[in-house]
């Protein structure tokens, strides 16, 4: 985060907070809003969330998408428009994970509403690394590509919900209770179609290591796992092209968003196609069942 914006953190989590307390001596924020609008007032993280977060909400909610449309979560910092946002809502939907690095920031800066980790109640994959200082960045935050995590995350959701707005507690458990009816559909699906096919897959970053943990695949990566955003060298190009051989892998994955140059190298190399395997981070057409399902077709085309 660069200074500026963290002085702005600072500033607004000032102003505010003492700003409320005078106003609306002890009362909590919840109160508050309450008062002023029925409704709870919900930010999503990205995308995913956002759609969870308005499935289980329904017209309870007001769901306030937090990384603009078209962009990519993982660098994304708020600004300070964003911030004083946040510390105006009654919940934050979060993936957790290290996913959104700048709450922490939030929280010590005194943000009087509830964050929602989603992850709680995930096992979380830590990928190999010798650089113990770095461990705990390194984990890998991807739960949502997992359907099985996506229903926790979802749960999780209506249980903050619930605890927010205790008279819908009802409504809520029974939207997220339909919805995962349908996730659990889609991975009986997943695991049923690629049950007979081959494991190994090349995805662009390493964002499919919880699905392929799921469904007995073994994810490859064009980037290198170690350096989840990193830069693509000549020398991870060869790793992965002599892999694609060995391994008699003939589908490069790209995600709908990046440029697909690279994939297409590799393609070229190995003489293969492009498909893409989208991690969903950014918005795009269609919804997480529809996008998994589309995801899934193409590893049908890669595998069986
Ligand atoms: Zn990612």
């Known amino acids: 985060m660069n200074t500026q914006t963290k002085l702005a953190i600072i500033a607004i989590s000032i102003v505010i907070p003492l700003s409320s307390l005078v106003v609306y001596s002890t009362n909590s924020n919840q109160q508050f809003t309450h008062i002023d609008n029925p409704k709870l007032q919900v930010i999503s993280s990205f995308n995913p969330l956002h759609e969870f977060s308005q499935i289980v909400g329904q017209e309870k909610v007001d769901v306030t998408l937090l990384v603009p449309v078209g962009v990519e979560p993982h660098d994304w910092e708020p600004t300070i428009k964003d911030v004083q946002q946040m510390q105006k809502s009654d919940l934050i939907v979060i993936n957790g994970v290290g996913f959104e690095s700048w709450v922490d920031n939030l929280v010590e800066n005194n943000y009087q509403g509830t964050i929602v980790d989603t992850s709680i109640g995930i096992t979380i994959i830590h990928p190999q690394d010798d650089d113990k200082e770095h ?51 889609l991975d009986s699906k997943i695991r049923n179609e690629l049950s007979n096919c081959n494991n190994d897959f090349i995805a662009f970053h390493d964002s499919f290591s ?16 170690n350096d989840l955003h990193g830069e693509v060298t000549a020398k991870t190009l060869e790793n992965i092209i002599s892999t694609a051989r060995e391994l008699n892998i003939n589908i490069i994955f ?45 590893l049908k085309e890669a595998l069986c």
Not at 210 to 225: P, R, S, V
């Open 254 to 298: 790209s995600e709908e968003t990046i440029n697909t140059k690279t994939s297409q190298i590799i393609a070229n190399e190995i003489g293969g196609k492009v498909l893409v395997l989208s991690p969903l981070e950014i918005v795009s057409e269609g919804n997480y069942i529809s996008k998994m399902t589309k995801n899934l077709e193409n």
């Open 135 to 185: 461990s705990e960045k390194l984990e890998d935050p991807h739960i949502w590509l997992n359907p099985v995590f996506a229903k926790k995350q979802v749960q999780n959701i209506a249980l903050a919900f619930s605890d927010a707005d205790p008279e819908n507690r009802e409504f809520y458990q029974t939207n997220a209770e339909k919805y995962n009816e349908q996730l659990d559909l």
């Open 210 to 225: 919880y699905f392929a943990k799921e469904y007995d695949l073994n994810q490859h990566t064009i980037i290198a796992t």
